[in-house]
Nanobody, 121 residues
Framework: VQLQASGGGLVQAGGSLRLSCAAS????????MAWFRQAPGKEREFVAR????????YYADSVKGRFTISRDNAKNTVYLQMNSLNAEDTAVYYC???????????????WGQGTQVTVSS
């Protein structure tokens, strides 16, 4: 599966952005989907993941209550709604697809190219 992330940009602290990740192929619904992010000089970290059906979601503590992950299997797309953004959210955001409900980076087989999110304070 090929993934294409979009929706990043520059936003002021307290603002919102919605990231999208479009997948190619007819097997999108068979994958667990997740978002990760990587800030300059830091390792890639887990942000959120969603089950194949969309009923189960899980978030990193740092984004819980502010970010919402969702998916539309009919459109082969996963979303990340980001509210109340702060400077610590500045990073390149990656979508990923994998076979298991996990937060481990190495368990995801397919990755998008990343989209830059910059939050100005």
């Amino acid at each position: 599966v090929q993934l294409q992330a979009s929706g990043g940009g520059l936003v002021q602290a307290g603002g919102s952005l919605r990231l999208s990740c479009a997948a190619s192929g007819r097997t999108f619904s068979t994958y667990v989907m997740a978002w990760f992010r990587q800030a300059p000089g830091k390792e890639r970290e887990f942000v959120a993941r969603i089950s194949r059906s969309g009923y189960s979601t899980y978030y990193a503590d740092s984004v819980k209550g502010r970010f919402t992950i969702s998916r539309d299997n009919a459109k082969n797309t996963v979303y990340l709604q980001m509210n109340s953004l702060n400077a610590e959210d500045t990073a390149v955001y990656y979508c990923a697809a994998g076979p298991r409900l996990t937060i481990a980076t190495m368990e995801y087989d397919y990755w998008g190219q990343g989209t830059q999110v910059t939050v100005s304070s």
